[in-house]
T-cell receptor
């Protein structure tokens, strides 16, 4: 099992450009999440999907959109990138309700917006 | 409003000694607390968790203590090893989030274990 995979690993964008970050999991998890990690800020939730077909905003959704393509895949789109979106982005997934809430993370995408 | 706080950005300890990482929370409506460990250029990995109905959980060298009256969580690593050097995040799950698995993370504490 690959667990949670993310592409690309690293990306440089110019202000105003768009891009999509891809995430896939092979653990048959219902829930998937997108976080950003910034120095001193911890992991902040951007969007999440509790199950296939549903998405909800997290703590910092502005400037982002998401698509839960199927149970395995959850993508994050930046329509018009801004320097404030320079960050490391992590995708995560977790299993069914009733568990302790353990999430499994991908390796991250490092994004630089110039 | 930061509901989960790690007030120490960094901690340095000698190999073989105890490492104590602290976390405070402001919301009493959490049912699970978790610790994650993160190495550079990798994603966070789950380390240990504790239910809100317990006050201690132990797994090998790692023990998590929960003091509900003080709204305080701590992770003890004994003995500390150089391979434990990483960023440690505490996280909490709200009672209403059992069906979504949403977590709220602290800012992280960078632990350095010196040989």
């Amino acid at each position: 099992n690959a667990g949670v995979t993310q592409t690309p690993k690293f990306q440089v964008l110019k202000t105003g450009q768009s891009m999509t970050l891809q995430c896939a999991q092979d653990m048959n998890h219902n829930s998937m999440y997108w976080y950003r990690q910034d120095p001193g800020m911890g992991l902040r939730l951007i969007y999440y999907s509790a199950s296939e077909g549903t998405t909800d905003k997290g703590e910092v959704p502005n400037g982002y959109n998401v698509s839960r393509l199927n149970k395995r895949e959850f993508s994050l789109r930046l329509e018009s990138a801004a320097p404030s979106q320079t960050s490391v982005y992590f995708c995560a997934s977790s299993g069914t309700s009733g568990t302790r809430g353990t999430q499994y993370f991908g390796p991250g995408t490092r994004l630089l917006v110039l | 409003d930061q509901q989960v706080k790690q007030n120490s950005p960094s901690l340095s300890v000698q190999e073989g000694r105890i490492s104590i990482l602290n976390c405070d929370y402001t919301n009493s409506m959490f049912d699970y607390f978790l610790w994650y460990k993160k190495y550079p250029a990798e994603g966070p990995t789950f380390l240990i968790s504790i239910s809100s109905i317990k006050d201690k959980n132990e797994d090998g060298r790692f023990t998590v203590f929960l003091n509900k009256s003080a709204k305080h969580l701590s992770l003890h690593i004994v003995p500390s090893q150089p391979g434990d050097s990483a960023v440690y995040f505490c996280a909490a799950r709200g009672y209403g989030s059992s069906n979504t698995g949403k977590l709220i993370f602290g800012q992280g504490t960078t632990l350095q274990v010196k040989p």
